[in-house]
């Protein structure tokens, strides 16, 4: 698992890791606020080719991940279970473009 979550962070660095025992803090969500995220780790990827090159690794290893946006929890769709990767987009915090034709 060490080499695994080494391989994540030689893509995002140092910031943009938080592993499980540093989660204590976090919280699950608005719909949880009392509940502490428990993940293997939590990945913050900074622009779209990071999440690209997370998602491949991911993939290699059968690694499930759970997307973090806003953590409304409307449908209860962000819980992630202690053996599961938190892909989370807090750090993606400007829009490059959009493309009126693809909506």
Same mark, same amino acid.
């Given at each position: &698992?060490?080499?695994?979550?080494?391989?994540?962070?030689?893509?995002?660095?140092? %910031?943009?890791?938080?592993?499980?025992?540093? &989660?204590?803090?976090? #919280?699950?969500?608005?719909?949880?606020?009392?509940? +502490?995220?428990? @993940? %293997?780790?939590?990945?913050?990827? #900074?622009?779209?080719?990071?999440? #690209?090159?997370?998602?491949?690794?991911?993939?290699? =290893? =059968? =690694?499930?991940?759970?997307?973090?946006?806003?953590? +409304?929890?409307?449908?209860?769709?962000?819980? @992630?279970?202690?053996?599961?990767?938190?892909? #989370?987009?807090?750090? &993606?915090?400007?829009?490059?473009?959009?493309?009126?034709?693809? @909506?």
């Amino acid at each position: &698992m060490t080499d695994f979550i080494e391989r994540l962070e030689d893509i995002v660095g140092e %910031k943009g890791i938080v592993r499980n025992e540093e &989660m204590s803090g976090r #919280s699950a969500g608005y719909s949880h606020p009392d509940e +502490t995220l428990n @993940a %293997k780790v939590l990945v913050r990827p #900074s622009n779209t080719d990071e999440v #690209s090159r997370i998602l491949k690794i991911c993939n290699e =290893q =059968q =690694q499930p991940v759970v997307c973090h946006g806003g953590l +409304t929890g409307l449908v209860d769709g962000n819980t @992630a279970g202690e053996d599961e990767v938190i892909l #989370s987009l807090e750090r &993606m915090r400007k829009i490059e473009e959009i493309d009126p034709s693809s @909506a």
